[in-house]
Nanobody, 120 residues
C-alpha cells in the first residue's frame, strides 16, 4: 500500500506561482508512474499531469500545458507540480496519484488533496 501526502497548496493571485509536493511512503516509489489530478467545486475530478517512473516522459492536460511542470525525485520519494501563470480557473483541490500504468494514468493510490485557490 502506497501512502501519499500532498503539500504546498494555498492562496495566490492570478499570474502567480505555486509548487505542490507529494511524498510517498513506499520504498518502491520509483516503480510507480505518478500524476496529479484536480477537482473544482461542483465538477468532476480531472487529470492534470503525469510522469513515468523516472520522470523521463511526461504529458499534460491541454488546459495546463505550457504553464505547469511535473517532475519527481526518486531519492526523496517525491513528485512535484510547478504551477506558473496561475488562473482563477485553476482553483481546485489537487491530488497526487500513483499507478502502475503511465499512459493513461488513472490513479490507483491517492493522496488526501491540497487546496489551491487563485484569486483574480
Amino acid at each position: 500500500q502506497v501512502q501519499l501526502v500532498e503539500s504546498g497548496g494555498g492562496l495566490v493571485q492570478a499570474g502567480g506561482s505555486l509548487r505542490l509536493s507529494c511524498v510517498a511512503s513506499e520504498r518502491t516509489f520509483s516503480s510507480y508512474a505518478m500524476g496529479w489530478f484536480r477537482q473544482a467545486p461542483g465538477k468532476e475530478r480531472e487529470f492534470v499531469a503525469a510522469c513515468s517512473w523516472n520522470g523521463g516522459s511526461t504529458y499534460y492536460a491541454d488546459s495546463v500545458k505550457g504553464r505547469f511542470t511535473i517532475s519527481r525525485d526518486n531519492n526523496k520519494k517525491t513528485v512535484y507540480l510547478q504551477m506558473d501563470s496561475l488562473k482563477p480557473e485553476d482553483t481546485a483541490v489537487y491530488y497526487c496519484a500513483a499507478d502502475s500504468s503511465y499512459k493513461p494514468l488513472v490513479g490507483y493510490y491517492w493522496g488526501q488533496g491540497t487546496q489551491v485557490t487563485v484569486s483574480s
